[in-house]
């Protein structure tokens, strides 16, 4: 086992990776940028080392600086988190390069499940059923237009490279079509640098869910049930659940097995997630696959009692899986809502700004992340994400009143957040039904 990682992030992950590692007992290093030099994860690790100004691309994005940093400190792995250089594949060979353990998948892998053209193709080799579409990267509207009459419009056109609702356009028709290609390439030129698109049919009123993936670097994957990652905002997930309101047993059985399918069609090492779209008449196709932690992994850590990150830890460390597939029982029902600091009445604007007063809820199944406390100033470089509350209850109303319970707790003085949206949502009678999908917002907050 190792003696000590360093957590290469920021915020309410990196102290949650922190709080994994004590009680591993395992040190912990920060890294931080000059913003974030009274942040959290800074005071909690054994030790914090300054990497950079406050842009990420100065910090956080700053490989040799992260590696310098490992060095320096002796730490002998690397954890990622999510976002920033998780999903870098060349970050994750500069690691290997080091002798230094990068905490997750290789980075041939990270670069053959992130480019979703590639992972498409793997998946359909493998019989891993995926949303028609291209098999082939698409670069001029030209090609994508004919791709699109072949399919059947609506379509979806999507960056190759793309992540968190970039790069993404919907084509009702070929009268918007080229429009639309355009704008989406732009914002994947701009975001990722790269031009590559890929073309499929759009299904209408989908759900996403995606199934948690554990795999050993012996061949052992299982998966551990299902998220419901439904109500979004412009693609950006705002409430997660587990498990899914319309999954029976047999649905759950044949997408989980999939799920393995897929992850060892890859042949995938560490914690990640396979994501489906599941239409109204259950039929579920591959979208793509996440090559890291996700911000709403604990609600499955809530409805399993497994550890995600401690087990991303023993299995960079070469240990066997200690979990069996019939060892995986889903007990209760676990949902997350994600704090922001943002004004949903001005259009989602981020509001960084100083905690003035801070207060979070207890009790029996109620979990907080967070990387806030009274006094600490948000910087206005990074993601507005400032805390997540997780709830679990003995079934999905339970689930449902304690988190209205909980949420009707938090104070968060001195920046605007989305803490009422959130509220109105889980009181929403389509909500409340399960009945949702993730046209969810766009169809009654717009």
């Known amino acids: 086992m190792f003696q000590k990682i360093l957590i290469a992030n920021r915020g309410e992950i990196a102290v949650r990776i922190i709080r994994a590692c004590r009680e591993m007992g395992i040190l912990s290093v920060a890294v931080y940028s000059e913003a ?8 909690l690790a054994d030790e914090a080392v300054c990497i950079g100004k406050a842009a990420s691309s100065d910090s956080y994005l700053n490989m040799e600086r992260i590696l310098s940093a490992a060095i320096a400190t002796k730490a002998q ?34 670069g053959k499940m992130g480019n979703k053209s590639q992972a498409r193709k793997t998946m ?21 237009a ?43 030129v701009n975001s990722f640098g790269d ?4 073309i499929e049919k759009y299904i209408e009123e989908p759900r996403h869910i995606e199934f948690q993936i554990l795999a050993d670097k012996f061949g052992n994957v299982i998966q551990l049930g299902e998220r419901d990652c439904s109500i979004q905002r412009r693609h950006q997930k705002m409430i997660e659940e587990s498990p899914c309101a319309v999954m029976d047993e047999e649905l759950r059985k044949r997408m989980g097995d999939t799920a393995v399918l897929a992850a060892k069609a890859a042949n995938y090492e560490n914690a990640g997630t396979i994501e489906f779209l599941l239409d109204k008449h259950k039929n579920f196709y591959f979208m793509e696959m996440n090559t890291r932690i996700q911000v709403e992994h604990p609600v499955t850590e809530m409805v399993t009692g497994i550890d995600l990150v401690k087990e991303q830890i023993r299995i960079a460390a070469g240990e066997h899986l200690r979990i069996r597939q019939e060892d995986v029982v889903l007990r209760g029902h676990a949902i997350e809502c994600r704090i ?21 809820p207890g009790g029996n199944g109620v979990r907080i992340e967070s990387a806030l406390y009274n006094g600490y100033t948000i910087p206005a470089y990074y993601d507005s994400m400032v805390a997540k509350v997780i709830v679990h209850g003995e079934n999905r109303m339970d689930a449902i009143r304690k988190m209205q319970s909980a949420l009707g707790e938090v104070v968060v003085e001195g920046i605007v957040t989305n803490l009422d949206f959130e ?13 949702t999908n993730t046209h969810f917002i766009p169809d009654y907050f717009e």
Do not use: W
């Open 124 to 144: 359909m080799e493998a019989g891993v059923p995926v949303v028609p579409g291209t098999k082939e990267p698409v670069f001029t509207p030209e090609e994508g």
């Open 195 to 198: 031009d590559t698109m890929y």
């Open 146 to 188: 004919k791709i699109a009459a072949e399919i059947g419009y609506p379509v979806m056109i999507k960056a190759s490279s793309g992540g968190g609702g970039k790069g993404m356009r919907i084509a009702i028709d070929p009268e918007n079509f080229e429009t639309n290609f355009k704008l989406a390439q732009q914002e994947s």
């Open 77 to 110: 792995a690397i954890h990622p988190g999510f976002g920033f250089l998780s999903e870098n594949e060349h970050f994750a060979d500069m690691c290997e390069n080091c002798g230094i353990v990068f905490i997750g998948p290789s980075g041939s892998l990270i």
């Open 36 to 43: 974030d030099r009274d942040a959290l994860h800074t005071q």
């Open 340 to 360: 922001n600091a943002e004004n949903p009445e001005k259009n989602f604007m981020p509001c960084p700004g100083t905690i003035e007063e801070l207060h979070f």
């Open 423 to 435: 509220y109105d949502i889980l009181n929403h009678p389509v909500f409340v039904s399960g009945k």
